[in-house]
């Protein structure tokens, strides 16, 4: 018994050395990245003024809305996609729709894409990345495959999948962004009605924040463009 718990030590300590001396660093980096996340926060730039000191470069506010890796379960994630896009369509304001460049429904094309081109984006890494076997010269079996792919429930009608869809496409193409805890944009621009009702609905959305982004703003500066670099 007594040299079978000194075994146990042995290995015991052996391993507790490994770990915090052997590779400390090592573990010391991951356990840092799963506690600490990394934001840009763009700065507002110096005003421009001229001689009587009238503006001529000011700057202005850019409401944006991002997501981040939130933990959510694939139909949870699904329902926050669909009450954001609901928000900003009811507020007539836009959102993030790179999707619509290759997939579009009613009637269901593959935008602007030859299908040749459709095939590719298919198949493509940085995009949808399916395997070949799933590659759809359909537009509309896509569509069908994108709900699979995305685990978008039957109940909801096409246009509020589609919804869905342009939203996870968003976290797809930033995927390895969105992995790391780094908030992806999805909305530019909105009105502060928009930022008001998502900030209201907080806990309905998690995953969802909202930011304001300084933007450049020229007044009446055409005549001095060559000065001021626009």
């Known amino acids: 018994m007594a040299i079978f718990f000194i075994f146990i030590g042995i290995i015991i300590i052996y391993r507790l050395f490994d770990i915090q001396v052997i590779h400390g660093a090592a573990y010391l980096e ?22 009587n000191g009238i503006p001529i470069a000011v700057n202005d506010q850019n409401y944006c809305v991002y997501m981040e890796n939130a ?67 359909d537009p509309g079996a896509l569509f069908d495959r994108l709900r699979k792919k995305f685990n978008i429930d039957g109940a909801y009608s096409d246009e509020d999948a589609y919804k869905i869809m342009t939203v996870r496409y968003e976290i797809l193409i930033n995927q390895w962004i969105f992995d790391t805890g780094t908030p992806i944009q999805i909305a530019q621009n909105i009105s502060d009605v928009s930022l008001a009702q ?22 009446d500066a055409s005549l001095v463009s060559h000065v001021i670099g626009i």
Not at 92 to 116: A, C, E, V, W
């Open 71 to 137: 933990g959510l379960k694939p139909a949870d994630l699904n329902n926050v996609a669909l009450q954001f896009t609901d928000i900003l369509e009811k507020n007539k304001d836009r959102y993030n729709m790179t999707l619509s460049k290759y997939l579009t429904i009613d009637p269901f094309t593959f935008g602007s894409q030859s299908l040749d081109d459709a095939m590719k984006w298919q198949g493509d890494k940085n995009a949808l990345n399916l395997a070949k076997s799933d590659i759809e010269v």
């Open 30 to 51: 991951e356990s840092q990245q799963n506690i600490v996340k990394s934001e840009a926060t763009p700065a507002p730039r110096g005003m421009i003024i001229d001689r």
């Open 198 to 219: 998502i900030e209201e609905r907080h806990f309905e959305l998690p995953g969802l924040t909202a930011s304001v982004i300084p933007v450049r703003k020229y007044i």
